[in-house]
């Protein structure tokens, strides 16, 4: 079992800047991917950013250029660094992450609300 904290997000003017982290804790997982998903109210949720073992990654084409993800594997951490934020870019944010062992599982945290508003 694989648990997930989630830290940063809150309000910020368009334009500004904020930064989400994620831990991973647990026994003996190996982890594939990690990465960010968000929701907006009335929207499907989507997959904004992920990173994979080796580091290549995804970024949403709305958010390329703006956003940056990174994961530092000896602390199991997946952090998104946002820049030029949107109000489009208000939602709630998830952290997503993968692991191959101890089975191949799919974990979720809680969510942070991110919102760009002015």
């Known amino acids: 079992q694989v648990q997930l904290v989630e830290s940063g997000g809150g309000l910020v003017q368009p334009g500004g800047s904020l930064r989400l982290s994620c831990a991973a804790s647990?026994?003996?997982?190996?982890?594939?991917?990690m990465g960010w998903l968000r929701q907006a109210p009335g929207k499907q949720r989507e997959l904004v950013a992920r990173?994979?073992?080796?580091?290549?990654?995804y970024y949403l084409d709305s958010v390329k250029d703006r956003f940056t993800i990174s994961r530092d594997d000896a602390k199991n951490t997946v952090t998104l660094q946002m820049n030029s934020l949107k109000p489009e870019d208000t939602a709630v944010y998830y952290c997503?992450?993968?692991?191959?062992?101890?089975?191949?599982?799919?974990?979720w945290g809680q969510g942070t609300q991110v919102t760009v508003s002015s």
């Open positions: 997503n992450v993968y692991t191959l062992t101890p089975t191949y599982s799919d974990y």
């Open positions: 647990g026994t003996m997982f190996t982890l594939y991917y």
């Open positions: 990173i994979f073992t080796g580091g290549s990654t």
